[in-house]
C-alpha cells in the first residue's frame, strides 16, 4: 500500500530520508547516514506467484514491481544504505540484482557512498555485498575478512510489534549486552530492530 493513499496520506519516508540527513552528529559534526530496509518479494502478490509457478523463468513481478520500486527508492530518496531481505526463494538472477546493483554503486547519484548487505538472491547470503549479514542473528564466532552484522530484535519470535507480546517474550538486557560485546570483538556491527507501536 501506498502511505499517500492510504494512512497517514503523507509521505512518511521522505520526512523521515529529509530529517535524517538534516540531523549532524554530535561525535562527529557530520550529516548523519541515510539508509533503508526493501523486502524484494511480497508473500501473497501474484504476478510474483506466477513467477514462482514458472519456475522463476518469467520475471513479470521483477519488471513490474521491484526494480521500478528499487530505482524510484533510490532516485526519490537516495539512501545511502539498502538492507535488502526476502530473496531466499529466487536467484538473483531473477531478481536481476546485479543490474540494479551496478547501477546503484556506479550511476546513482550515491553511488560514493552506497553499500547493501548480501541479501540479493538465493545462494547469495554470507558471499556478495558490502558487508554480509547473512542470517538473521549472524554471529561467527570468531574473527572475519569481510565485513559483517549481527541483525537480530527484542522479541525472540517477532520483527514486528507484537500486541500479545509478553514480558517473557523479549530477550534479556544481559543477552543484547554479550551479543554486543562478541559483535563488535569480532569486527561486525549489530542491528536491533524494536517494532515500534503507533504511540
Not at 533503508?36 to 521483477?62: C, I, Q, R
Not at 543490474?99 to 548487505?117: C, G, I
Not at 522479541?155 to 514486528?160: H, I, R
Amino acid at each position: 500500500w501506498n502511505a499517500m493513499d492510504i494512512g497517514p496520506k503523507r509521505d512518511i519516508l521522505g520526512e523521515l530520508a529529509n530529517a535524517t540527513k538534516a540531523t549532524i552528529s554530535p561525535t562527529t559534526g557530520k550529516a548523519l547516514h541515510w539508509g533503508v530496509y526493501h523486502s524484494l518479494f511480497e508473500w501473497f502478490n501474484p504476478a510474483f506467484a506466477m513467477d514462482k509457478a514458472n519456475g522463476f523463468n518469467t520475471t513479470l513481478f521483477t519488471d513490474t514491481k521491484t526494480l521500478p520500486e528499487l530505482y524510484d527508492l533510490v532516485q526519490k530518496y537516495e539512501p545511502e544504505l539498502i538492507w535488502s531481505d526476502g530473496s531466499w526463494d529466487a536467484p538473483d538472477t531473477y531478481w536481476k540484482s546485479l543490474e540494479f546493483l551496478s547501477w546503484y554503486a556506479t550511476n546513482s547519484t550515491v553511488a560514493d557512498t552506497a553499500v547493501w548487505n548480501d541479501r540479493w538472491g538465493k545462494g547469495n547470503d554470507c558471499k556478495h555485498g558490502a558487508y554480509f549479514s547473512c542470517q538473521d542473528r549472524y554471529q561467527p564466532g570468531k574473527l572475519q575478512k569481510h565485513k559483517w552484522e549481527n541483525a537480530l530484535t527484542i522479541d525472540a519470535t517477532s520483527w514486528g510489534y507484537n500486541r500479545k507480546a509478553t514480558y517473557e517474550n523479549y530477550l534479556t538486557t544481559e543477552y543484547f549486552i554479550h551479543q554486543l560485546i562478541e559483535t563488535v570483538a569480532f569486527g561486525g556491527n549489530m542491528l536491533l530492530n524494536v517494532g515500534p507501536t503507533a504511540d
